[in-house]
Each structure stands twice: as C-alpha cells, then as structure tokens.
C-alpha cells in the first residue's frame, strides 16, 4: 500500500459516489491564474507570485466582444479588394478573393477552388458565428448542453491555427514570382485586412472564459460545508437500503 493513499471499503467507496461534486467556487476556494496556488476566497493578491486573483475572469466577454466585432469589420475590405495583384508583361490584374474562386472554378481547378472557398468564406464565417453564439449563450438560455458548447469552444480554438492559409500562400507566391517587367505578384490590400481579421478572431476566442460556459448552464450548488459532508456519508452508511 502506498503511504498517504486513502483507502475505502467497499460500503464508504460507494457512499463516496453518490455524494454531490463540490466545485472549488462553492468550495470557497480560488486558485492563482499564474501559479496555480489555491488561496481562501476574497483574496485579492496571490501569496506566492504576487499576482491578481479572481473566481472568473470579469472582462471575459467584454474582450470577446470587442476583438469579434473588430475582426468582423476587418473581414469585410478582405472581401471587397484585391488580394493578389498580378502584372504580366505590363498588364496588371487584380483579384479578389471571390474572383480567385470563380476563376479556378473557370479553369477546372475545382479542388483548390474549393480549399480557397473554404479557407476564406466558410471558415471565417463559421468562427464569427460560433463565437458569437459561444458568448452570447453564457448570458442566456442555450439548446446545446456545456459539454457541446465546450467543444465546440475547443473546435474554435483548433481551427484559429490554420486560418491563415490564404496570407500564406499570398506570401509565398509574392517572394516566388518577382521576374521583372515578365512577371510579379504582389500582395493586395485585402491580405492585410484578411491577416487582422484571423488576428483578432483568434484574440476573440483566447478571450473566452470556458468556465463561464459551465456556470451559465448549472444552477450555483450550496455552498460547501465539510460536516455536511460526513454526515451524508454517514448516513448512506447507516442506510440498509441498496
């Protein structure tokens, strides 16, 4: 037996598993966002690292808010002006991100027509919804469970990565294509605004406090009282019936 594990019977271990979780807010605890040490609640300054404390973070939405609405102003020149622009021989051609797509499609290039569509429509639009949706369900009431939310939350976060395919396959075909007066590819305005735009939605999402997606869903529990504890365990214990 390892020295310091607790070790139950058969009758405590089941009584143990009906008891009712208590998190570590009813706990009246809060731990130190920098440190991880735990501290009474109220406390203000972590003893260890000397840093802020707080149960949730109180700006979360405000921020969430603000870089979402940022990025969805940003996202709308990405559309509107060129993204590449071209120069072939003294003739110069600017493409928007829609014109590259129908373009493609033009060639019978379907699959990058697709992967370009995608990237710079459906992805953005769907990380502006979703976030969206995410803070807006912690205020009110929401058809999707915490742990759906919860993932799609984390779906959010994974997808922020490889938002920025088009910037970079922008940058690449401007250092690649650079012959002279033959051939040149320059980035356009709408690379700038489409990089700010993945910029502040991933601000967006970082600023989410996922645990606010748990609190809006579940009732707060009694606050935590050790005795109460042992006396519910007790009387489980004491209890004849299965």
Aim: glycine fraction near 6%.
């Amino acid at each position: 037996m390892t020295s310091g594990t607790p070790v139950f019977d058969a009758p405590v271990s089941e009584a143990l598993a009906h008891t009712t979780l208590v998190t570590a807010r009813n706990a009246g605890l809060v731990a130190c966002h920098r440190c991880g040490q735990v501290h009474a609640a109220g406390t203000q300054t972590c003893r260890r690292c000397a840093g802020p404390i707080s149960s949730r973070d109180p700006h979360s939405l405000q921020r969430v808010w603000a870089w979402l609405i940022a990025g969805i102003i940003v996202y709308i020149p990405a559309n509107t002006y060129p993204m590449l622009l071209t120069s072939t021989l003294g003739d110069q051609q600017e493409s928007t991100i829609m014109g590259g797509f129908v373009d493609l499609m033009h060639h019978g290039s379907y699959a990058v027509a697709l992967i370009v569509f995608f990237a710079s429509v459906v992805i953005p639009m769907s990380k502006f919804a979703a976030i969206g949706y995410l803070a807006y369900s912690v205020r009110s009431r929401s058809a999707l469970d915490p742990h759906q939310r919860h993932r799609l939350y984390e779906v959010v976060e994974f997808i922020g990565r490889w938002s920025m395919i088009d910037v970079f396959v922008v940058a690449i075909l401007s250092a690649l294509v650079q012959l002279g007066s033959v051939a040149t590819i320059n980035p356009g305005i709408a690379a700038v605004s489409f990089a700010l735009s993945v910029a502040f939605t991933m601000l967006s999402a970082q600023s989410i406090d996922p645990r606010l997606i748990w609190d809006a869903s579940s009732p707060p529990a009694p606050p935590f009282s050790h005795d109460a504890t042992v006396s519910s365990v007790s009387a489980s214990l004491k209890d004849p019936s299965p």
